[in-house]
T-cell receptor, first 113, second 114 residues
Framework: KQEVTQIPAALSVPEGENLVLNCSFT??????LQWFRQDPGKGLTSLLL?????REQTSGRLNASLDKSSGRSTLYIAASQPGDSATYLC????????????FGDGTTLTVKP | EAQVTQNPRYLITVTGKKLTVTCSQN?????MSWYRQDPGLGLRQIYY???????DKGDVPEGYKVSRKEKRNFPLILESPSPNQTSLYFC?????????????FGPGTRLTVL
């Protein structure tokens, strides 16, 4: 059974700092990995999608990497801003079971002005 | 506009009163799924569907039913809701082939069972 872990559970940084969020998964047979942002009480906003054959994806100040062999993905946020404060979730979809999707519990980020 | 819609957005009900939460997508996606989100537990998959008339259990299927009679719709049915099903529910859809195989999520349904 796939398990997805996100460390740390919470992170507080001053504005302007670069930071890395971690996502680990136990079964490397994944089809893709997706990073989401969720504001309190709100829905999910897709940030980046990485296919299993890719190593990284970039969008603006965000960069996500994928290392399937070690079962890890990182989300790098450059020059953090207070508006980046939210919970960040990663999700993997399995390769063998196409409908199975597993989420991590998320990292809650606070960027202080 | 490509989207996943859910209705209702908010629902307060009582124990044992059957209810249905609807989910519809307009992207012709084969895959659809229901999740529930509880504080500190992330999103957990309830059921998923790989196409019309093809469904399977996720991690927390107990107390829920689904059906997929049409490609665009995937309703979640609670035959006899209980207070432990109070949660925030999300529906999602995606395709398997091609580069745009990301999950698209609905806005969520906040359910309270008294």
């Amino acid at each position: 059974k796939q398990e997805v872990t996100q460390i740390p559970a919470a992170l507080s940084v001053p504005e302007g700092e670069n930071l890395v969020l971690n996502c680990s998964f136990t079964d490397s047979a994944i089809y893709n990995l997706q990073w989401f942002r969720q504001d309190p009480g709100k829905g999910l906003t897709s940030l980046l999608l990485i296919q299993s054959s890719q190593r990284e994806q970039t969008s603006g100040r965000l960069n996500a990497s994928l290392d399937k062999s070690s079962g890890r993905s990182t989300l790098y946020i450059a020059a953090s801003q207070p508006g980046d404060s939210a919970t960040y979730l990663c999700a993997v979809i399995g390769n063998t079971n196409a409908g199975k999707s597993t989420f991590g519990d998320g990292t809650t980020l606070t960027v202080k002005p | 506009e490509a989207q996943v819609t859910q209705n209702p957005r908010y629902l307060i009900t009582v124990t044992g009163k059957k209810l249905t939460v609807t989910c519809s997508q307009n992207m012709n996606h084969e895959y659809m799924s229901w999740y529930r989100q509880d504080p500190g537990l992330g999103l957990r998959q309830i059921y998923y569907s790989m196409n019309v008339e093809v469904t399977d259990k996720g991690d927390v299927p107990e107390g829920y039913k689904v059906s997929r009679k049409e490609k665009r719709n995937f309703p979640l049915i609670l035959e006899s809701p209980s207070p432990n099903q109070t949660s925030l529910y999300f529906c999602a859809s995606w395709i398997r082939q091609g580069p745009l195989n990301e999950q698209f999520f609905g806005p969520g349904t906040r359910l309270t069972v008294l």
